[in-house]
């Protein structure tokens, strides 16, 4: 009987430790289970890659592992070497002249009225009418001849181009002085300064920098989208002029007297005769008239307009301020009192945008 009980407590002790046993055993792999987690886990991540700035021209040529960016305080335009082959420094041009391997000598200087700019260490050094890459070997030559460093290889930046603007001016929402690095088209100019006004004509005239000729005229569309052909390069410098649309009258006894803006192209007598909603019941077609001013004054031109409206006289051209006046039937003026009611009536109209 005490055996029998022996051998039951033996056999609880033993069924006690496995448990036990088997409790340990799994405590301890799941401790270790961490450590057995995927390899995408493990792979260190590296922090993220930043391109190296490209050094500008004057930048040392067999140091391009050095890893020199540009200098801090360069704005995010400021002309680099893709940029300046052509532009030339001008007065009120900011520049942020860097030494390599010279820290101290990095500095902003304005470029004065005369062309000149100051630097640490050289004094002043004219830079006017100098591309970026002929400054930068000006300066590196008066660094090296005065002693101050040895092989000196200098970078221009141009933070703010003061003399390379386009000057736009007209017809325009916002007419001013707009920035022109890197390649720009008329279009974009335009595009710019907001686009034209309502009152804007289509005959544009790009006036060249230092150039002798006679300024570049464009005919441009109604809808610029229409035609790119003419959308030319703008050059650092340009001065683009969009006038005003030019302006015919048309008076007497017409449907609706009114001035019409010629924004494009040319207008015909009944091209604007039709703009106006055509003569009434009571006009007298055969004293139409034309009202030109002239280099020797106010002129008068008979219309054949009846002829005209049959086909067997071909349509005139206006020119810009004509008045086209068509009287009213049994009315008997002289020609003065007819072109001062002509005038009269013009000045007090309504100008309306006529798209021949």
Not at 98 to 108: A, C, D
Not at 121 to 135: F, K, N, P, Q, S
Not at 168 to 190: N, Q, S, T
Request: a negative charge; hydrophobic letters at 40%; proline letters at 6%.
């Amino acid at each position: 009987m005490e055996f029998g009980r022996l051998s039951f407590a033996r056999s609880c002790s033993l069924i006690a430790f496995s448990v036990v046993l088997l409790c340990g055993l799994e405590l301890a792999w799941g401790q270790q289970a961490p450590a057995s987690s995927p390899v995408e886990n493990t792979v260190p991540v590296l922090p993220e890659a930043r391109p190296i700035s490209q050094a500008a021209v004057g930048s040392a040529p067999n140091k391009a592992d050095s890893g020199k960016a540009a200098p801090s305080g360069a704005s995010a335009n400021a002309v680099t070497a893709s940029d300046s082959s052509s532009l030339r420094l001008g007065a009120g041009d900011l520049l942020e002249v860097s030494v390599y391997n010279v820290p101290e000598l990095t500095t902003k200087a304005r470029v004065g009225n005369s062309g000149d700019v100051y630097l640490p260490l050289i004094d002043y050094v004219h830079v006017g009418d100098l591309t970026v890459e002929e400054a930068q070997t000006v300066i590196q030559k008066r660094l090296e001849d005065g002693g101050f460093v040895r092989g000196a290889h200098v970078s221009i930046y141009l933070d703010e181009s003061a003399s390379q603007g386009v000057t736009i001016i007209g017809d325009v929402m916002k007419p001013g002085i707009y920035p022109a690095l890197g390649d720009r088209k008329l279009y974009d100019m335009i595009s710019a300064a907001g686009g034209f006004t309502t009152t804007a004509g289509r005959k544009v005239s790009i006036i060249r920098q230092h150039s002798q000729g006679a300024p570049i005229t464009v005919n441009l569309p109604r809808n610029l989208a229409d035609d790119l052909q003419d959308n030319i390069e703008i050059m650092p410098g340009d001065t683009i002029s969009v006038p005003r649309a030019p302006v015919v009258y048309v008076v007497g006894d017409v449907g609706h007297p009114a001035g019409f803006l010629v924004d494009n192209g040319s207008l015909t007598v009944l091209q604007a005769l039709a703009l106006a909603g055509g003569t009434n019941r009571t006009a007298k077609i055969g004293g139409a008239r034309i009202i030109r001013k002239g280099p020797t004054g106010m002129t008068e031109t008979r219309v054949p307009l009846k002829k005209m409206l049959e086909a067997k006289d071909p349509d005139i051209t206006l020119q810009a301020d004509d008045i086209l006046f068509v009287p009213l039937s049994g009315a008997r003026v002289a020609a003065s009192t007819g072109f001062n009611a002509a005038v009269s009536a013009a000045t007090g109209l309504a100008i309306i945008a006529a798209h021949p």
